[in-house]
């Protein structure tokens, strides 16, 4: 079945970075573009990056353009987020999420998310 | 860009049915047939209910619908039951600067 094993959260100090992953399993992930969302209490879900299928595409929000990079190793069915310069309206939780390639708009399998503080 | 907007709550009995909008504008409801909903029960990830305004995925039961009028989405939960209580939230593809904007997120209440 379609797992997403989001991870590498935790709490970080302002200004500082962090990489966030996502293992795969259960699909053949070079199929498929991949997304990163995050969500909190207060500004509810925002959507992040997306990468294309084979790496070659990435799109970001405004927000974290310039600050992360979204990339994913298709040999090791893993996505990556690398967040620099981490500030406190980055504390959020985390996901992955899954679209087909003919389809991002539709984030049809979701990672069980991993938590980003951002605290000094 | 600005979220798509939802009502913070909305509640019904077991067995009615409930109706949860989802207002955007021109650029991203109202432009494109790119809706998409989802359900989130607490500290769990979210599970994809409807997608391209109306279709069902694979598994998701026929109780959940999904419909567009102008720039406001709308997904209907009929016979409404104690499982369906959960967080629901609604997405578009969007024509600005950020490409995929969602809404604000709507708390269902089984009564």
């Known amino acids: 079945q379609v797992q997403l094993v989001d991870s590498g959260g935790g709490v970080v100090q302002p200004g500082r970075s962090l990489r966030l992953s996502c293992a795969a399993s259960?699909?053949?992930?070079?199929?498929?573009?991949m997304h990163w969302v995050r969500q909190t209490p207060g500004k509810g879900v925002e959507w992040v990056a997306v990468?294309?299928?084979?790496?070659?595409?990435?799109y970001y929000a405004n927000s974290v353009k310039g600050r992360f990079t979204v990339s994913r190793d298709n040999s090791e069915n893993t996505l990556y987020l690398q967040m620099d310069s981490l500030g406190a309206d980055d504390t959020a939780m985390y996901y992955c999420?899954?679209?087909?390639?003919?389809?991002?708009?539709?984030?049809?399998?979701w990672g069980q998310g991993t938590p980003v503080t951002v605290s000094s | 860009q600005s979220a798509l907007i939802q009502p913070a709550s909305v509640s019904g009995s077991p067995g009615q049915s409930i109706t949860i909008s989802c207002t955007g504008t021109?650029?991203?409801?109202?432009?494109?047939?790119?809706v998409s909903w989802y359900q989130q029960h607490p500290g769990k990830a979210p599970k994809l209910m409807i997608y391209?305004?109306?279709d069902r995925p694979s598994g998701v039961s026929n109780r959940f619908s999904g419909s567009k009028s102008g720039n406001t989405a709308s997904l209907t939960i009929s016979g409404l039951q104690a499982e369906d209580e959960a967080d629901y939230f609604c997405?578009?593809?969007?024509?600005?600067?950020?490409?995929?904007?969602f809404g604000t997120g709507t708390r269902v209440s089984v009564l």
């Open positions: 999420a899954r679209a087909p390639s003919s389809a991002w708009h539709n984030f049809d399998y």
């Open positions: 259960g699909f053949i992930f070079s199929d498929y573009s």
């Open positions: 990468i294309s299928y084979d790496g070659r595409y990435k």
């Open positions: 021109s650029s991203d409801v109202g432009g494109y047939n790119f």
């Open positions: 391209d305004v109306s």
């Open positions: 997405c578009s593809y969007s024509s600005s600067s950020t490409p995929y904007v």
